[in-house]
T-cell receptor
């Protein structure tokens, strides 16, 4: 079975500074990894995914993620944080459960960008 | 706006009751997923349907059931409700569950069981 760990419940960063939200995964076979963001009282929004190819994946709103196979990590990054980036971020891995593929989500990291 | 719609937005009911949550997927998406989000359990996958057929089951209780209709909308039925069933219930859809396509989430239904 696949799993995802987000070791930090809360990340605080000053506006304009770079941000990193950490994610490590465990899955049999090739990893297919996703990042989603959830704003208050909203559903999850897709940010980016890694399926294959370049280890640096670029996504929406200036976010990118770095896939590291040896460290089984998929950290989310942004060079310069905005106050509007404050939200709950989820990492997810796609893997088989029985005969069907499904997403397994991490516990989420609350990002707060301070003005 | 993801294109996935869910009704109702809020639902308040009493223990022991039964409720039905409704989801309409994005146009063209054949696969529908249901998730439960609570403070203590996080985001939990419940069940998946593809083109009317059940595809995968996650941590779904026997008191809960779902179906996907020929027009591809889906309903999640929750019965004999308990206080612990209070949560946000999300529906998501994707084109094809086998191709690592991202899932698009609806705004959710907030269920409160009193």
């Amino acid at each position: 079975a696949q799993s995802v760990a987000q070791p930090e419940d809360q990340v605080n960063v000053a506006e304009g500074n770079p941000l990193t939200v950490k994610c490590t995964y465990s899955v049999s076979g090739n990893p297919y990894l996703f990042w989603y963001v959830q704003y208050p009282n909203r559903g999850l929004q897709f940010l980016l995914k890694y399926i294959t190819g370049d280890n640096l994946v670029k996504g929406s709103y200036g976010f990118e993620a770095e896939f590291n196979k040896s460290q089984t990590s998929f950290h989310l990054k942004k060079p310069s944080a905005l106050v509007s980036d404050s939200a709950l971020y989820f990492c997810a891995v796609s893997g088989f459960s029985g005969s069907a593929r499904q997403l397994t989500f991490g516990s989420g990291t609350q990002l707060t960008v301070l003005p | 706006d993801s294109g996935v719609t869910q009704t109702p937005k809020h639902l308040i009911t009493a223990t022991g009751q039964r409720v039905t949550l409704r989801c309409s997927p994005r146009s063209g998406d054949l696969s529908v997923y249901w998730y439960q989000q609570s403070l203590d359990q996080g985001l939990q996958f419940l069940i998946q349907y593809y083109n009317g057929e059940e595809r995968a089951k996650g941590n779904i209780l026997e008191r809960f059931s779902a179906q996907q209709f020929p027009d591809l909308h889906s309903e999640l039925n929750l019965s004999s409700l308990e206080l612990g069933d209070s949560a946000l219930y999300f529906c998501a859809s994707s084109v094809d569950p086998g191709r690592h396509n991202e899932q698009f989430f609806g705004p959710g239904t907030r269920l409160t069981v009193l």
